[in-house]
């Protein structure tokens, strides 16, 4: 196990009362993937919603946690130990509120820098060294209301652009997973999504 087989984690919050907020921008771009792929439905495993995609290159593994944000580190590691996965097949896609929305950023290791999903996932593999893919949602007006800006919805102005970002960073995940990551940061990084773009990957 592990020889051909990536996995790609969103991080996110269940339920309805999360579904479009800024926080989840993880699920929205796992969902972005499976839509992509026709996949009809989720396995549940994993303490997560699960899905594989097979590819020229292997075996795409999608992972949905569904242990809330701050608990998001024990489906990454179930699924890292059944299949056996080196932490460089490993990509955790988070939202990013140092980056504006439009803006997508690859990178190997390093902190969590106070988000909460990421640190639970270092604790609970041990490690920092597995990709991140961040996504920007820009910050609040009122620099103290983070948590309530996270946890609110895109204005509607805001969600073709959040949407076509999601379709996007979908893309990003595909080169990450073909080609590697640092071709995936060379294509990706330094981008600024835009509504009149076309595909962006192969």
């Known amino acids: 196990m592990g020889d051909d ?3 790609a984690v969103g991080l996110g919050n269940p339920g309805p009362r999360y579904a479009d907020t800024r926080h989840n921008v993880g699920f929205c771009v ?3 993937l499976a839509r992509e792929f026709r996949i009809p439905s989720y396995e549940r495993r994993f303490d997560g919603e699960f899905a594989s995609i097979h590819t020229d290159r292997g075996q795409l593994l999608l992972l949905k946690p569904l242990t809330f944000m701050n608990l998001s580190g024990r489906a990454v590691r179930k699924a890292v130990q059944w299949y056996k ?3 460089e097949r490993v990509l955790i896609i988070h939202d990013d509120m ?3 929305l439009g803006v ?3 990178r190997q290791g390093g902190s969590a820098a106070g988000h909460h ?3 639970s996932v270092i604790s609970e593999l041990g490690s920092d060294r597995f990709a991140r893919l961040r996504v920007g949602i820009g910050r609040p007006a009122v620099k103290n209301e983070g948590r309530s800006y996270v946890l609110s919805p895109f204005p509607a102005a805001e969600r073709p652009l959040a949407e076509r970002v999601a379709f996007v960073a979908a893309q990003a995940v595909l080169v990450w997973h ?3 990551l640092t071709a995936a940061m060379n294509r990706f990084n330094g981008l600024r999504i835009r509504l009149d773009e076309s595909s962006l990957a192969d």
């Open 98 to 100: 140092d980056l504006p």
């Open 30 to 32: 796992i969902d972005a």
């Open 5 to 7: 087989q990536w996995l």
């Open 178 to 180: 073909r080609e590697g």
């Open 104 to 106: 997508i950023r690859l």
């Open 85 to 87: 996965l080196p932490l």
């Open 117 to 119: 999903g990421v640190e």
